[in-house]
């Protein structure tokens, strides 16, 4: 019996063509590498640090992203990233802290949005009482600039809690679709 020549102490199975022992059929299978591999690639010393993606980038990656099913392990990895960090609180933001604007929390004015839009959710087409069912949450109004001080209607859209959050990211595409959507061109 052998021990992995890459430092990890397990048992090897398998010799590569250099002549080292390792614990798994691949390197990246022993956990001594897989260490070594994540540290190498970290802030400064990962080959993307500092570098912008373009517009058209940026695009296929979010639609290569859309609809993907994550397992169970890798949604409980998420939560325990995101342990404590709670997106809502007493209207502040947990980014930048700035709080929304005295108007979006007035019932007539939340009534006046959700009717402009048919109480319907104006990117995937869901209703409020769909959305209950299957989301157990109600419709939201989103910021299409995500400025949350700006209250003016023509920022603001009817989206169900899925899509609101699909507009967190990629936010210059989404802001555009919003706004045509909506008739309004900045």
């Not at 007493?90 to 004015?109: A, I, R």
Request: aromatic share 12%; with cysteine; charged share 25%.
């Amino acid at each position: 019996m052998s021990l992995c020549d890459y430092g990890c102490g397990q048992e090897a199975i398998h010799q590569f063509k250099n002549g080292k022992w390792c614990c798994g059929t691949n390197i990246a299978h022993c956990p001594t590498m897989r260490k070594i591999f994540r540290e190498s690639n970290i802030g400064e010393k990962n080959h993307q640090y500092g570098k912008k993606r373009s517009f058209e980038h940026s695009l296929k990656i979010s639609i290569a992203n859309t609809g993907k099913i994550r397992s169970e392990e890798y949604k409980d990895h998420l939560r325990k990233l995101n342990k404590g960090k709670e997106p809502w609180n007493k209207g502040l933001c947990f980014v930048n802290d700035d709080p929304y604007c005295p108007l979006f929390s007035n019932k007539e004015w939340r009534e006046m949005i959700y009717e402009r839009d048919s109480y319907t959710c104006q990117n995937c087409g869901i209703t409020q009482r769909l959305s209950y069912k299957v989301y157990t949450f109600g419709l939201a109004i989103h910021h299409i600039d995500h400025n949350k001080q700006n209250c003016d209607p023509q920022n603001c859209i009817t989206l169900c809690c899925k899509c609101n959050a699909k507009a967190n990211f990629n936010r210059w595409m989404w802001k555009l679709i919003y706004q045509d959507k909506l008739g309004v061109f900045n």
